[in-house]
T-cell receptor, first 112, second 111 residues
Framework: DAGVIQSPRHEVTEMGQEVTLRCKPI?????LFWYRQTMMRGLELLIY????????DSGMPEDRFSAKMPNASFSTLKIQPSEPRDSAVYFC??????????FGQGTRLTVV | GESVGLHLPTLSVQEGDNSIINCAYS??????FIWYKQESGKGPQFIID?????DKRQGQRVTVLLNKTVKHLSLQIAATQPGDSAVYFC??????????FGKGTTLSVSS
C-alpha cells in the first residue's frame, strides 16, 4: 500500500479564496482523522470519521471549515473563505480499529 | 478537554548516549499510548506503542515505559544516533476515539 496520500503538498492562496485539501486513506482502515499543526498549538485534532461517518468535529475551528468523506477511500477538508490565520500544515491520518494511526505527508497551506 | 503534555520541549544529547523523553497524560480512561517521530517536512511516523495492561514494551533500540499510577509515559532510545534527531510526540487514546497529541520534544543529537 502507498500509505495515506494527501494532495496538494503545498497550497498558497489569497485570503477569501476557497481551499480544498484531499486525502486518500489506507485501504481497509475504518478511521480517518484530520489534524492541523502549527508551532503555537502543535497537532490539533480537527475532525474524525469512523466508517465514513463524522464522529467528532468539535475541533473544527469555525463554520468556515467543513469536512466530508463520501466513501471509504476519499476525504476532503474545505476552508471557505480562507484567512491568514488558517496557515498551517494539515495532516490526514487513518487507522484500523484501536491501532496506530498512519499519517500522510501533509499539506502546507499558506494564506496571504 | 483533557490533553497530553510533555515535560521538556528540547533535549540535546551526544551520539551514543541514551535518550529519555518524558510525557504526562491526564485522561485516566486512556488505554493506548503511542510514540511518534516527526522529521522536518514529513508526517509523524509510528515508533512504538503500549496498552494500559502493560508497564513496558521494547522495540529495536527503543523502550516505552508506562506508569499508570502517576500517569507518566517515557520513551528511551538506546545508543542515540544523528538520524534520531527529530521531534517526538506522545499520543493517548481511549478506545473508539481519536489520538490526542502532546506538544512534542525536539531531540538534537550531536556527533
Amino acid at each position: 500500500d502507498a500509505g495515506v496520500i494527501q494532495s496538494p503538498r503545498h497550497e498558497v492562496t489569497e485570503m477569501g479564496q476557497e481551499v480544498t485539501l484531499r486525502c486518500k486513506p489506507i485501504s481497509g482502515h475504518d478511521y480517518l482523522f484530520w489534524y492541523r499543526q502549527t508551532m503555537m498549538r502543535g497537532l490539533e485534532l480537527l475532525i474524525y470519521f469512523n466508517n465514513n461517518v463524522p464522529i467528532d468535529d468539535s475541533g473544527m475551528p469555525e463554520d468556515r471549515f467543513s469536512a466530508k468523506m463520501p466513501n471509504a477511500s476519499f476525504s476532503t477538508l474545505k476552508i471557505q473563505p480562507s484567512e491568514p490565520r488558517d496557515s498551517a500544515v494539515y495532516f490526514c491520518a487513518s487507522r484500523h480499529m484501536n491501532t496506530e494511526a498512519f499519517f500522510g505527508q501533509g499539506t502546507r497551506l499558506t494564506v496571504v | 478537554g483533557e490533553s497530553v503534555g510533555l515535560h521538556l520541549p528540547t533535549l540535546s544529547v551526544q551520539e551514543g548516549d541514551n535518550s529519555i523523553i518524558n510525557c504526562a497524560y491526564s485522561n485516566s480512561a486512556s488505554d493506548y499510548f503511542i510514540w511518534y517521530k516527526q522529521e522536518s517536512g514529513k508526517g509523524p511516523q509510528f515508533i512504538i506503542d503500549i496498552r494500559s495492561n502493560m508497564d513496558k514494551r521494547q522495540g529495536q533500540r527503543v523502550t516505552v515505559l508506562l506508569n499508570k499510577t502517576v500517569k507518566h509515559l517515557s520513551l528511551q532510545i538506546a545508543a542515540t544516533q544523528p538520524g534520531d534527531s527529530a521531534v517526538y510526540f506522545c499520543a493517548e487514546n481511549q478506545a473508539g476515539t481519536a489520538l490526542i497529541f502532546g506538544k512534542g520534544t525536539t531531540l538534537s543529537v550531536s556527533s
